[in-house]
């Protein structure tokens, strides 16, 4: 990012938009809790503060503050973060050794997601279930369409090249990875650790804010003829 949207690409997202608006009567609709949004990304070992986060208040009179520049860690590690309206539904991290693909995705993460979706929904289960995530290659193998069918829950796959409508890339990512930025973690379990302890900080309010949000950034990219309507970084 940021990605030169192509004219086709532009009509999907609007597309998407209006169907999306359309089918979950401008977010309004109970179909919105069955909803369930999720993605990967790597969360490092130590993440530098962005300039803007390491700013502080000095007088004129006051000497410079001594900043040491760090690059960010080759240390990380990958997880998989799912959650719906309601709340969190899961975190999944991706051992060492392992690979993301379409068999990780359907035999070790999204078992675990389904098995503590049946657990907060005991009178539905994964009946009505939508599963929202992006375009990637294990997201979108047969082997997973397949899974999905099985489990009788619907794909419903976001536009390419889209993290304005992405609910984990413009909400959830930046929140956890804010509260870990600038702190230096010995190895993977202090970093999950932390990583735990920002996810269980978010609040009810906060994912439904998210999804309220995100019905609002469809009109935005609508009016913006489905360009995007905010910096991408």
């Not at 089918?23 to 993440?47: A, L, M, N």
């Not at 001594?66 to 990958?78: D, F, P, Q």
């Not at 609910?167 to 970093?191: E, H, S, T, V, Y």
Request: proline share 6%.
């Amino acid at each position: 990012m940021p990605h030169q949207l192509t004219n086709d690409q532009k009509q999907w997202r609007i597309e998407f938009c209006r169907h999306s608006l359309k089918r979950f009567e401008e977010g309004q609709s109970r179909r919105v809790f069955d909803i369930i949004t999720g993605d990967e990304s790597w969360f490092y070992h130590y993440d530098p503060e962005t300039k803007e986060q390491s700013k502080v208040w000095v007088s004129k009179t006051d000497p410079r503050p001594t900043k040491v520049h760090r690059n960010k860690s080759s240390g990380k590690r990958m997880v998989a973060v799912f959650f719906m309206k309601s709340s969190l539904i899961k975190a999944v991290p991706l051992e060492t050794g392992e690979t993301l693909n379409a068999s990780w995705y359907i035999n070790t993460c999204l078992p675990q997601v389904f098995k503590t979706v049946s657990e907060r929904r005991p009178r539905s289960g994964l009946r009505g279930l939508i599963l929202h995530d992006d375009n990637a290659t294990p997201h979108r193998a047969w082997i997973t369409n397949e899974f999905l069918t099985e489990n009788h829950v619907e794909s419903y796959p976001n536009p390419p090249y889209s993290p304005d409508l992405s609910p984990c890339d413009f909400f959830l990512f930046p929140k956890l990875k804010n509260q870990l930025r600038g702190i230096q973690f010995d190895d993977d379990n202090a970093m999950l650790t932390a990583l735990e302890q920002a996810i269980d900080s978010l609040t009810k309010e906060d994912f439904q804010n998210c999804f309220e949000d995100w019905f609002i950034r469809m009109h935005k990219c609508i009016d913006a003829e489905g360009q995007y309507f905010e910096k991408i970084h």
